[in-house]
C-alpha cells in the first residue's frame, strides 16, 4: 500500500535500528518493481556518499542501505508533496523531482532523501540528492500525530461526502462495490515488518481504503457536474479528502519509523 518511499522509509529503519533483516528490506520492494537501481542526484552528492553520479553508472538498493548507516541516518521520513504543499522540501533538484514524483524519502539525520522513479518495466531508478543546509537546518516537514491524522482522515470522509450529496454528484452506479474491490486488489502489497505498529497497519489500510474511493470519484465522469462551476465545485469537496489520506500515510509511516527508534534506544 501506499507508494515506494512508504516501504523504503519503515523497511530502511527497521533495518538500521536491527528490526528487519537487509534481504527482508530489499525484498519488500518487489511488489513496486523487480529491480531497484541508486544513483547521486549531482557529483557533489555522488562525492559525499559514494554512490555513483547519475549517467556514471548504477548501484543496487543494497549499496543505499549501507550508504545510510555509514552516514549515520537514523531512519526514512516518508514526503508525498503536490502542488501547494511542498513542506519540508526546500528548494532545487530534489524539490522538483520530490514534486512530479508525488513521494520521496528524507534520510534523518543526515541532508540526504531519495526519490523513486520508474524508467523502465519492472525498473525502479532511486536518485540521492543533498538537501540544503545540514542535518539541524535543513527544511523539515510538519509533525502530524497519529492520532491527529487518523481523526482527520474520518472527519474528511465526512465532509467530502456531505459536500458532494449537496450538490447531487454523488449518485450510486451499478457496480460500484466490484470496481473499488478491483481497484484495492490490483494495488502493490509490500509486507511490512513483524514489529510494524498494528495501529500504524490499520492506519495505512484505512487510508488505502479511502484513497481507491478518492480515485473512483475523481476518475468518474462529473457524475452530475453539468457545468465547470459544478466541477470546480465538485473538485473542492474532493481536494481535503486527498490531504487527510496524504496526511495519515504519512503519519503512519513516520509513527512506525518512530517505533523502531524509540525500541532501539530502550535496549
Same mark, same amino acid.
Given at each position: 500500500m501506499c507508494c515506494p518511499s512508504a516501504t523504503f @522509509? +519503515?523497511? #530502511?529503519? @527497521?533495518?538500521l535500528h536491527?528490526?528487519?533483516a537487509s534481504d527482508d528490506a530489499l525484498d519488500a520492494l518487489l511488489p513496486w518493481g523487480e529491480a531497484h537501481d541508486v544513483v547521486a542526484g549531482d557529483p557533489a552528492t555522488a562525492e559525499a556518499t559514494g554512490l555513483p553520479a547519475d549517467g556514471t553508472g548504477v548501484v543496487p538498493v543494497a549499496e543505499l542501505l549501507a550508504v545510510l548507516r555509514g552516514l549515520g541516518a537514523s531512519g526514512g521520513h516518508l514526503v508525498l508533496p503536490v502542488p501547494g504543499d511542498v513542506r519540508g522540501l526546500g528548494t532545487g533538484p530534489f524539490a522538483t523531482q520530490a514534486l512530479g514524483a508525488?513521494?520521496? +524519502?528524507l534520510f534523518t539525520g543526515t541532508v540526504f532523501a531519495a526519490v523513486p522513479s520508474p +524508467?523502465?518495466?519492472?525498473?525502479?531508478?532511486?536518485?540521492?540528492? #543533498? %538537501? @540544503?543546509?545540514?542535518? &539541524?537546518?535543513?527544511?523539515?516537514?510538519?509533525? +502530524?500525530?497519529?492520532?491527529?491524522?487518523?481523526?482527520?482522515?474520518?472527519a474528511a470522509?465526512?465532509?467530502?461526502?456531505?459536500?458532494?450529496?449537496? $450538490? /447531487?454528484?454523488? %449518485?450510486?452506479? #451499478?457496480?460500484?462495490?466490484?470496481?473499488?474491490?478491483?481497484r484495492l486488489r490490483s494495488a502493490p502489497e509490500p509486507a511490512w515488518p513483524?514489529? $510494524?505498529?498494528?495501529?500504524? &497497519?490499520r492506519v495505512l489500510a484505512r487510508a488505502h481504503e479511502v484513497g481507491a474511493i478518492l480515485a $473512483?470519484?475523481? @476518475? /468518474?465522469d462529473p457524475g452530475g457536474a453539468v457545468s465547470a462551476t459544478s466541477a470546480q465545485q465538485r473538485s473542492a469537496a474532493l481536494r481535503p479528502l486527498a490531504d487527510a489520506v496524504r496526511a495519515a500515510?504519512?503519519?503512519?509511516?513516520?509513527?512506525?519509523? %518512530?517505533?523502531?527508534? /524509540? %525500541?532501539? /534506544?530502550?535496549?
Open positions: @522509509a +519503515v523497511w #530502511s529503519s @527497521a533495518w536491527g528490526a528487519a508525488g513521494e520521496a +524519502v +524508467v523502465a518495466e519492472g525498473l525502479v531508478r532511486w536518485t540521492v540528492h #543533498s %538537501r @540544503a543546509g545540514s542535518a &539541524l537546518t535543513a527544511p523539515q516537514p510538519e509533525y +502530524v500525530g497519529l492520532g491527529e491524522a487518523e481523526h482527520g482522515l474520518t470522509v465526512r465532509e467530502s461526502a456531505g459536500a458532494l450529496q449537496a $450538490m /447531487d454528484v454523488a %449518485r450510486e452506479r #451499478s457496480g460500484v462495490r466490484e470496481e473499488l474491490s478491483a513483524p514489529q $510494524m505498529p498494528a495501529r500504524a &497497519l $473512483m470519484a475523481q @476518475a /468518474d500515510r504519512r503519519a503512519a509511516v513516520n509513527e512506525a519509523v %518512530r517505533t523502531f527508534a /524509540d %525500541r532501539a /534506544d530502550r535496549h
